[in-house]
C-alpha cells in the first residue's frame, strides 16, 4: 500500500516513513506548492508496513501527561534579545550540551533553505535560536537521534508538533537521555513562497543576503518584524503588516494543508516540553514583562519535570495555572489554523506573478497612504514607550476575548 494514498491531504510531512522504510525505497518530493510528500519506488518496497505503523496522522498515540505550565526567561539578556521569545530553548541546549549530549533544532543552510541537524558545541545554539517561518527539511534526522542514542548520548530534538510525533513514532519507545520539544505551532508555510520571496529580497536590493532573521525584536518583544541583512552590512527591516512572507504567513495563505486539520496538536503532548510565545505576560506576571521576551513552557512529564529542575540555574520562572492559561492561549496550543479562502487563488499565482505582484492584488492596503504615515509613526511610538503601552492594552483585549470564547459560560 502506497503510504501517501493513505494519508494524501492530511500529511504532514514529518518523514518518519522515509527514515523507517527498511529498503530506502521513500523519498520526499516537493509538489506544485513546495511541501514535501512521500514517493514510494514500487519495484522496491515489499509491503513491509512500517511507514504506516510511524505516521502520525494514520497511527495518533494518546497520553495520559500531566503538563505544568510556567512563564520562563533566560537570565542572560543579550542571548535572550535574539531568541524569538524568552530563551527557553536555548537553557534546554545548554543544559544537554553540558552532558556532553547533542541538540537537534532547525537552521537555515548556506542557501538560507530550512532544514534540521545538529549542534555539540554551545557556541553553535544561535543557529538553532529564532522561529523560521518555513517547514524545515528533516533528511534522514531521525536515523541520526536513533544513532545518538544508541550510543548512550543525550539528546534534545526540537520541531513541530507532527515533527515530534513523527520522531517518537520512529522510535518506538522513550528513551530515558532523550527530551523532545515541541512548539505552539500555527502553521508551517511553503518552502517554495519562501524561495520566491528571497528571490525578490536580492533581486530588489541587488546585494547577496548574509542573514534572515523572523520575529526580530525592532519594537521590542511581540513586534514580529522581518529583518534580511545584506552583504555590505545593509538592512532591511519591516514588520508583520509590510513584509509579504510575514503577510501572506499571518493571514494563512501558504501554510500546509495539513495544518488546518492538524492531528498533532493538543493539550496533553507526548513530547517533554512545549515552548511558545505568551503574549499576556503583562497581566500574569508583570514582573516577567521587561519587554525583551518571555516563553510559555508546558513541561508535560515527570523526566521532564526533574531536567527543568536543572534548567533552572538558567532561568527566571513563574508558575502558570495550566487550566486557565489553556483557555486563554488555546487557539494555537489546540485548534487548527482556518485557511484562508484566497489560498488557492494564491497558489494558482505564485509561478505567474512577482511577489511584488502578489502583495499588491492580495493586500493593497500595505501601499495606501495612511498605512505609510504609521510606519513612519511607529519608532516614535516606540522610543516614547507609547508603542509598549498600545500593544499592554490590545494584548489585555484579546486575552479577555479569547478567554470569553474558550468559557462561554464563565
Same mark, same amino acid.
Given at each position: 500500500?502506497?503510504?501517501?494514498?493513505?494519508?494524501?491531504?492530511?500529511?504532514?510531512?514529518?518523514?518518519?516513513?522515509?527514515?523507517?522504510?527498511?529498503?530506502?525505497?521513500?523519498?520526499?518530493?516537493?509538489?506544485?506548492?513546495?511541501?514535501?510528500? =512521500?514517493?514510494?519506488?514500487?519495484?522496491?518496497?515489499?509491503?513491509?508496513?512500517?511507514?504506516?505503523?510511524?505516521?502520525?496522522?494514520?497511527?495518533?498515540?494518546?497520553?495520559?501527561?500531566?503538563?505544568?505550565?510556567?512563564?520562563?526567561?533566560?537570565?542572560?539578556?543579550?542571548?535572550?534579545?535574539?531568541?524569538?521569545?524568552?530563551?527557553?530553548?536555548?537553557?534546554?541546549?545548554?543544559?544537554?550540551?553540558?552532558?556532553?549530549?547533542?541538540?537537534?533544532? +532547525?537552521?537555515?543552510?548556506?542557501?538560507?533553505?530550512?532544514?534540521?541537524?545538529?549542534?555539540?558545541?554551545?557556541?553553535?545554539?544561535?543557529?538553532?535560536?529564532?522561529?523560521? $517561518?518555513?517547514?524545515?527539511?528533516?533528511?534522514?534526522?531521525?536515523?541520526?537521534?536513533?544513532?545518538?542514542?544508541?550510543?548512550?548520548?543525550?539528546?534534545?530534538?526540537?520541531?513541530?508538533?507532527?515533527?515530534?510525533?513523527?520522531?517518537?513514532? $520512529?522510535?518506538?519507545?522513550?528513551?530515558?537521555?532523550? $527530551?523532545?520539544?515541541?512548539?505552539?505551532?500555527?502553521?508551517?508555510?511553503?518552502?517554495?513562497?519562501?524561495?520566491?520571496?528571497?528571490?525578490?529580497?536580492?533581486?530588489?536590493?541587488?546585494?547577496?543576503?548574509?542573514?534572515?532573521?523572523?520575529?526580530?525584536?525592532?519594537?521590542?518583544?511581540?513586534?514580529?518584524?522581518?529583518?534580511?541583512?545584506?552583504?555590505?552590512?545593509?538592512?532591511?527591516?519591516?514588520?508583520?503588516?509590510?513584509?509579504?512572507?510575514?503577510?501572506?504567513?499571518?493571514?494563512?495563505?501558504?501554510?500546509?494543508?495539513?495544518?488546518?486539520?492538524?492531528?498533532?496538536?493538543?493539550?496533553?503532548?507526548?513530547?517533554?516540553?512545549?515552548?511558545?510565545? $505568551?503574549?499576556?505576560?503583562?497581566?500574569?506576571?508583570?514582573?516577567?514583562?521587561?519587554?525583551?521576551?518571555?516563553?510559555?513552557?508546558?513541561?508535560?512529564?515527570?523526566?521532564?519535570?526533574?531536567?527543568?529542575?536543572?534548567?533552572?540555574?538558567?532561568?527566571?520562572?513563574?508558575?502558570?495555572?495550566?487550566?486557565?492559561?489553556?483557555?486563554?492561549?488555546?487557539?494555537?496550543?489546540?485548534?487548527?489554523?482556518?485557511?484562508? =479562502?484566497?489560498?488557492?487563488?494564491?497558489?494558482?499565482?505564485?509561478?505567474?506573478?512577482?511577489?511584488? +505582484?502578489?502583495?499588491?492584488?492580495?493586500? =493593497?492596503?500595505?501601499?495606501?497612504?495612511?498605512?505609510?504615515?504609521?510606519?513612519?509613526?511607529?519608532?516614535?511610538?516606540?522610543?516614547?514607550?507609547?508603542?509598549?503601552?498600545?500593544?499592554?492594552?490590545?494584548?489585555?483585549?484579546?486575552?479577555?476575548?479569547?478567554?470569553?470564547?474558550?468559557?462561554?459560560?464563565?
Amino acid at each position: 500500500m502506497n503510504i501517501l494514498e493513505s494519508v494524501k491531504k492530511d500529511c504532514c510531512g514529518c518523514s518518519a516513513c522515509m527514515n523507517s522504510c527498511p529498503r530506502n525505497c521513500i523519498t520526499m518530493q516537493p509538489d506544485g506548492e513546495g511541501f514535501l510528500y =512521500p514517493n514510494v519506488d514500487e519495484k522496491l518496497c515489499v509491503d513491509c508496513g512500517r511507514c504506516v505503523n510511524v505516521c502520525p496522522v494514520l497511527k495518533e498515540k494518546k497520553t495520559d501527561n500531566k503538563p505544568k505550565a510556567y512563564l520562563v526567561r533566560n537570565r542572560n539578556k543579550n542571548l535572550r534579545s535574539t531568541s524569538t521569545s524568552g530563551g527557553f530553548f536555548a537553557a534546554a541546549a545548554e543544559f544537554v550540551l553540558d552532558q556532553g549530549g547533542c541538540v537537534f533544532g +532547525a537552521g537555515f543552510n548556506e542557501n538560507f533553505d530550512v532544514v534540521h541537524s545538529y549542534i555539540e558545541d554551545p557556541k553553535d545554539i544561535r543557529k538553532f535560536n529564532r522561529s523560521k $517561518y518555513v517547514q524545515s527539511e528533516i533528511g534522514l534526522t531521525y536515523r541520526k537521534v536513533k544513532e545518538f542514542l544508541e550510543k548512550d548520548r543525550t539528546v534534545l530534538f526540537s520541531g513541530t508538533p507532527c515533527q515530534v510525533e513523527g520522531l517518537l513514532n $520512529y522510535l518506538g519507545r522513550d528513551h530515558d537521555k532523550l $527530551y523532545t520539544m515541541d512548539i505552539i505551532c500555527k502553521g508551517v508555510p511553503s518552502p517554495k513562497f519562501w524561495r520566491k520571496y528571497l528571490s525578490w529580497q536580492k533581486k530588489k536590493s541587488k546585494k547577496a543576503i548574509r542573514e534572515v532573521r523572523f520575529r526580530e525584536k525592532t519594537y521590542g518583544y511581540g513586534s514580529t518584524t522581518m529583518r534580511v541583512i545584506f552583504s555590505d552590512g545593509s538592512q532591511y527591516d519591516e514588520p508583520y503588516d509590510v513584509d509579504p512572507m510575514l503577510q501572506f504567513y499571518s493571514k494563512e495563505m501558504i501554510s500546509r494543508p495539513s495544518c488546518h486539520n492538524c492531528h498533532c496538536k493538543g493539550k496533553f503532548r507526548r513530547s517533554s516540553f512545549t515552548a511558545g510565545d $505568551y503574549w499576556y505576560v503583562s497581566g500574569a506576571a508583570p514582573r516577567m514583562d521587561d519587554g525583551i521576551g518571555v516563553s510559555q513552557v508546558l513541561v508535560n512529564n515527570e523526566k521532564a519535570a526533574a531536567a527543568f529542575e536543572k534548567m533552572k540555574k538558567y532561568l527566571d520562572t513563574e508558575p502558570l495555572d495550566f487550566d486557565n492559561d489553556s483557555a486563554i492561549n488555546g487557539g494555537m496550543m489546540v485548534g487548527s489554523a482556518r485557511p484562508s =479562502p484566497r489560498r488557492d487563488e494564491m497558489f494558482a499565482d505564485l509561478d505567474n506573478m512577482s511577489v511584488y +505582484a502578489l502583495q499588491k492584488k492580495y493586500f =493593497p492596503s500595505t501601499f495606501k497612504l495612511k498605512n505609510r504615515i504609521k510606519r513612519q509613526i511607529r519608532p516614535i511610538m516606540y522610543k516614547t514607550g507609547l508603542l509598549k503601552l498600545y500593544k499592554k492594552r490590545m494584548r489585555r483585549i484579546q486575552s479577555e476575548k479569547s478567554f470569553e470564547r474558550q468559557n462561554p459560560e464563565a
